[in-house]
């Protein structure tokens, strides 16, 4: 019985040995061949190459499931918004133009629209100043005639006695009256950007109607990859307090710093530096 149980026990040690001889054999063969680079800066080239590698697939492998998530927002309809909650991609429906998607938020919801060139940008402005021109025509107008300005004391800077003194002098008492016209240009300007009026839309000016774009509400721009449009998280309209604060900042610091003022549209999406004090940005309506 004893020499039984010997042999038994040898059987099963032997075996163990052959699993343990064969588990090593193929661990063997899976690891990567040893290669002796020589020197150490060998090896940091190698190990560059490598890196750059796999940087490129890791690179592919998020683009692919960018471009991926991006087509799914532009086949699911606003319905199936609750199934797309959970990769954080909005829904868009390309039955309608522009594509609009509900948030949980009920004051706000994403929009997909296209941002315009800075060149209507800046016809827009342009047409726009030739507006606030003749509403400050108007403005000193009404001024001279309830005796506020007295132009007769003006004249003398059209005489040959005129020096650089009496023209600070002018200038001095000018600058109430400019000041007072812009924050009346302002206040009206917020309105159209606000309320709109007669058959300016809210949202646009007489310029921006001109050009065909819109003020709206900016809280967060989502680009679209492979696309122009992108994906602007919004409200409805845009509160007066937000277009009063654009158009103040714009018509007392921007335009009264021209030309170094220019630095102030050199934001991303064609967004000036009001813009973004005031939550707001420019798209083609």
């Not at 590698?53 to 087509?71: D, I, K, R, V």
């Not at 990769?87 to 919801?109: I, K, L, R």
């Not at 000016?205 to 709206?216: C, H, Q, R, S, Y």
Request: proline share 5%.
């Amino acid at each position: 019985m004893t020499e039984k149980h010997g042999k038994h026990k040898n059987k099963t040690e032997l075996g163990d040995q052959e699993n343990q001889l064969v588990s090593s054999q193929s661990t063997t063969s899976m690891m990567p061949p040893i290669v002796n680079y020589g020197s150490a800066a060998a090896y940091a080239i190698e190990l560059r190459k490598w890196l750059f590698t796999t940087q490129c697939w890791a690179f592919c492998h998020q683009m692919a499931t960018m471009h991926s998530l991006a087509y799914l927002a532009s086949c699911h309809r606003p319905e199936s918004m609750v199934s797309q909650a959970s990769f954080g991609v909005p829904s868009s429906s390309p039955s309608t133009s522009p594509t609009t998607t509900n948030m949980s938020n009920s004051n706000q919801f994403i929009q997909r629209r296209t941002i315009p060139s800075l060149t209507r940008r800046i016809f827009a402005e342009i047409i726009d100043a030739v507006f606030a021109f003749v509403a400050k025509l108007f403005i000193i107008y009404f001024l001279v005639e309830i005796g506020v300005v007295d132009l007769d004391k003006y004249d003398r800077l059209l005489g040959d006695d005129a020096d650089l003194h009496m023209l600070i002098d002018v200038t001095q008492e000018l600058f109430p009256i400019e000041m007072l016209s812009k924050v009346i240009v302002s206040i009206v300007e917020a309105l159209f950007v606000s309320y709109g009026f007669g058959s300016v839309p809210a949202g646009q000016t007489p310029g921006k109607v001109a050009l065909n774009i819109e003020v709206i509400t900016c809280y967060q721009v989502i680009p679209i990859p492979g696309s122009e449009e992108v994906n602007i998280v919004r409200t409805l309209n845009v509160p007066f307090k937000n277009s009063l604060l654009r158009s103040l900042t714009k018509n007392m610091l921007i335009n009264l710093l021209f030309p170094l003022s220019a630095a102030a549209y050199a934001f991303t999406y064609n967004r000036a530096g009001y813009d973004i004090a005031a939550r707001t940005i420019v798209v083609n309506a």
